[in-house]
């Protein structure tokens, strides 16, 4: 019988809280994403799930099972896949917070790496498969 993901001889007991203070940490950004546009939700999750993996399997159990979380976690982990809705919503957020970038009136050097910045996340995001 293998061991527990959290438990194996290689994850020291003293990073065992370190990697769940982290794991909590991520839950809580992601959890402010999903309300906040400008900060991204699954990413958070995502690293949520690999700090759990090393810390607590109550706690990776929870968040790879959640209703909301897990599935994108699960495809994710997967294939690399991030959903087409998940895309989409993205996507607007990226016009949103770019949009308000202009609104405010940034300096153009700012603006470009900004646009370089998010040109480079969308790219990344519409490069995955989805389901």
Known sequence: ????????????????????LLGVSCVVLGGIGAVLPLLPTVPF???????????SNR???????????????????????I?????????????????ISIVMDLRPALLIVQGITLCAVMAFIWSRPHH
């Not at 999750?45 to 810390?55: E, I, K, Q, V």
């Open 59 to 81: 706690a990776h159990d929870w968040l790879i099972n959640h209703r909301i979380f897990g599935p994108a976690i699960a495809d994710w982990q997967r294939s690399g896949a």
């Open 1 to 20: 019988m293998s061991e527990p993901r959290c438990c194996s001889p290689s994850r020291s007991s003293v990073m065992r809280p370190v990697w769940l």
């Open 45 to 55: 999750m995502l690293l949520a799930a690999y700090c759990f993996a090393r810390s």
């Open 83 to 99: 959903s087409l809705a998940a895309k989409y919503a993205a996507t607007a957020s990226v016009v949103v917070v770019y949009t």
